[in-house]
């Protein structure tokens, strides 16, 4: 089945706007059912003149638990280059700011933030597709850990989830990884990198809507077009980042060819008052010996 490529920005937004999807794709990665996601309280941001390689979307969901039912807010972000991580320390500032996010009607009680990031570039701490980072609560003294849930560290700090996309090839030892298996870039087809062949019948058969959501994409002219545009900005950023760093670097050598040759300046400056000291030294012992 040949699926649109959902590493690009439009594609990606295209299938999260689908409720059901969305709810299919977050769930599999939390570890955690959820059973209502809150559209209402999504933003998207995709700005290609400021933000060009990040991309994130803000939820609400209801998730079902054992003691019942919990509402977090869920941050997911995805980003194409390391230079990203300041973008993604803002926009996480924004969600603990922003008076909106909460889980009860007066506004009293925060809601536990839930972070998922789609990186399309290593991170040099595993080669596992997916990373879960947990807070945990332990004694200083004696190391001893402790599990019971607790309000006030669940609203001021996060969990987070990490798919690292370069990873994702032939690996398909779980559900949730047969499933990003529709983000493994060495799928894509050798005419066109907008394009994956998938292999549906190799997915878990509740997760099959995801690939007709994106046979959908693939399937309609306005998203293939802003696909090509997507690679212009990227290539047009890349080689603006390019230029900038190679004209940051020659001002850097060109400024410590300054400072040597300042200090060269200096150090002949210091020889030749030295000379001039000596030889004012000289003359006066010149001048003691006609004196006599």
């Not at 995709?46 to 209801?62: E, G, N, R």
């Not at 941050?75 to 603990?96: N, T, V």
């Not at 290539?235 to 020659?250: P, S």
Request: aromatic fraction near 10%; charge should be negative.
């Amino acid at each position: 089945m040949y699926i649109a490529n959902p590493i690009y920005d439009v594609v990606f937004k295209y299938m999260m706007e689908d409720n059901k999807v969305a709810k299919l794709l977050l769930s599999a990665i939390i570890g955690e059912k959820i059973e209502q996601l809150d559209f209402s309280f999504q933003s998207y941001t995709a700005d290609y003149t400021s933000d060009l390689t990040v991309m994130h979307f803000d939820f609400a969901a209801k998730i079902a638990t054992p003691e019942g039912y919990k509402t977090v807010a869920i941050e997911l972000q995805k980003a194409k280059l390391p230079s990203d991580i300041m973008r993604f320390r803002r926009y996480l500032g924004q969600q603990y700011q922003n008076q909106e996010n909460t889980s009860d009607e007066a506004q009293q009680k925060a809601r536990q933030i839930y972070c998922i990031y789609f990186m399309n570039y290593e991170l040099d701490i595993s080669d596992s597709p997916v990373l879960e980072v947990n807070h945990y609560v332990k004694d200083v003294v004696t190391g001893e850990q402790f599990s019971t849930r607790n309000e006030f560290i669940e609203s001021t700090q996060h969990r987070s989830w990490i798919v690292q996309i370069k990873h994702l090839k032939n690996r398909r030892r779980t559900d949730l990884e047969r499933l990003l298996a529709l983000f493994d870039q060495s799928n894509r087809t050798a005419e066109d990198k907008h394009v994956l062949n998938i292999k549906e019948s190799e997915l878990p058969e509740q997760y099959r809507v995801l690939c007709r959501r994106l046979q959908q994409a693939n399937a309609t002219p306005e998203i293939r077009r802003k696909m090509f545009l997507e690679d212009t900005y990227i290539r047009d950023y890349t080689e603006a980042v390019r230029i900038a760093a190679e004209a940051k670097k020659e001002a850097e050598e060109a400024k410590k060819e300054a400072e040597e040759a300042k200090k060269e300046v200096v150090e002949k400056d210091n020889a030749l008052q030295e000379q001039h000291t000596i030889i004012e030294q000289l003359k006066k012992q010149l001048e003691a010996l006609e004196n006599k």
